[in-house]
Structures are given as structure tokens and as C-alpha cells.
Nanobody
Framework: QVQLVESGGGAVQPGGSLRLSCVAS????????MGWYRQAPGKQGELLAS???????KYRDSVKGRFTISGDYAKNTVSLQMNSLKPADTAVYYC???????????????WGQGAQVTVYS
């Protein structure tokens, strides 16, 4: 079993910055990819950014240039630095990893508990 614990989040005014962090623990043999999603009320969840164990990153167009994902695969941590925040960024943010418990097991998808980010005018 793998547990993901998020920290960070909060409320800021437009233009402000926040940082989210996530630590994965438990039966982890390897993690292939880590990412951040968000879900706003009444909207579908969306993938914001991902980072592979090789350091390759991808970003959703709406956050490119404002958000930066970083990951430490030795420590099983992933962070999301969010700058120039907008009211449209208000949502619950979730970290996500694809992890393998041992060399021969399948990969499974795991989620953090969610962190509220509110950008208010």
C-alpha cells in the first residue's frame, strides 16, 4: 500500500504564489511518473503537470510559465510551485503517482488527500 500526503495550499490574492508538496510512502519499489491534478467545483479534473523519473516534464497550457513541477525520486516527493495565481486556479489540488510495489508487480495509481487552493480578489 502506498500513501501520499500533501502539504501546502491556502488562500492568496491574484498574482500571489503558493507551493504544494507531496510525499509518497509505504510499499514502494519504484515510481515511474508523478503529477498534479486539480478539480474545481462543477468541473472535471484536469492534469496540470507531470514529471518522469528521467526528469521529463509536461504542463497543461493554462499553467505553462506559471507553475513548475519538481520531483525527487530518491525521496519520493513531488512539488508544485505556483506563481502568478489567478481566480481561475481556485480548486482542490491532488498529487498523483504511478508506483510499483516490487519488481514484478503491476503499477498502480495513487492519490493524495487533496489541498485547497483559493485565489480571491
Amino acid at each position: 500500500q502506498v500513501q501520499l500526503v500533501e502539504s501546502g495550499g491556502g488562500a492568496v490574492q491574484p498574482g500571489g504564489s503558493l507551493r504544494l508538496s507531496c510525499v509518497a510512502s509505504g510499499s514502494i519499489f519504484s515510481i515511474n511518473i508523478m503529477g498534479w491534478y486539480r478539480q474545481a467545483p462543477g468541473k472535471q479534473g484536469e492534469l496540470l503537470a507531470s514529471i518522469t523519473y528521467r526528469g521529463d516534464t509536461k504542463y497543461r497550457d493554462s499553467v505553462k510559465g506559471r507553475f513548475t513541477i519538481s520531483g525527487d525520486y530518491a525521496k519520493n516527493t513531488v512539488s508544485l510551485q505556483m506563481n502568478s495565481l489567478k481566480p481561475a486556479d481556485t480548486a482542490v489540488y491532488y498529487c498523483n503517482v504511478w508506483a510499483r510495489a516490487n519488481r514484478v508487480s503491476n503499477e498502480y495509481n495513487y492519490w493524495g488527500q487533496g489541498a485547497q487552493v483559493t485565489v480571491y480578489s
